[in-house]
């Protein structure tokens, strides 16, 4: 799959501004300060696509982007809040978790979840929270493994077989990225593409 051109939609703070839409929907989710912005910054090859900052906790909204617009391929990648992070109220944090979970409920179009985890690190209780809610609701995801330049080449194999053993999931599911090193987009984009085309497929024979 080739990512030809990405833009922001727009971000919303409440489930009833979510987009209404026929399109698939890619989302992507994790703990604060894992690398999202980065990720969907090296994903789409547009650098200043999403905000990325060194404080963990920037992104309090979903935020849309529509990526290949037009094209036979075209989908909306959502940015879904980060959660586990510590210094904000509790009200502003079950703000953040009523809104994404009524996200990963509800929203009909969502066909895939990239879920990510720091490769450096054992998964958190949120990050086994968050599992446990897409593996019990049957919401499709895949894992992916960020900051795996932050560790040697020798070291990521061992995490990978980690954080799967941890998921109890082939250790192939899991798909190690470094938005530094530019590696592992490929591995995503195949995943995407197949998860799009079976999307495609199923609207051309209804």
Wanted: hydrophobic share 35%; with cysteine; charged share 25%.
């Amino acid at each position: 799959m080739i990512i030809r051109s990405a833009k922001y939609v727009k971000g919303v703070s409440s489930y009833s501004q979510c987009i209404v839409s026929p399109l698939p929907q890619i989302a992507v989710a994790g703990k604060s300060n894992v690398g999202k912005s980065s990720f969907i910054n090296y994903l789409t090859g547009d650098g200043k696509l999403a905000r990325t900052s060194k404080q963990p906790g920037r992104t309090r909204l979903i935020n849309y982007f529509i990526v290949n617009e037009d094209k036979q391929d075209e989908f909306l990648l959502t940015d879904l809040p980060g959660y586990g992070f510590a210094r904000v109220s509790d009200a502003e944090k079950l703000k953040w978790a009523d809104l994404l979970e009524k996200y990963l409920a509800n929203e009909q179009q969502l066909k895939q979840v990239l879920f990510l985890v720091d490769i450096r690190h054992e998964p958190t209780a949120d990050d086994k929270m968050m599992y446990n809610y897409l593996f019990s609701n049957n919401v499709p995801f895949t894992i992916v493994a960020t900051k795996a330049d932050k560790i040697s080449r020798s070291q990521v194999n061992v995490r990978l077989a980690a954080i799967a053993s941890t998921f109890k999931v082939g250790k192939d599911n899991v798909l190690a990225v470094s938005s530094e090193k530019k590696t592992g987009k490929e591995a995503v984009l195949n995943k995407l593409e197949q998860v799009l085309r079976c999307h495609y497929e199923q609207q051309s024979d209804q």
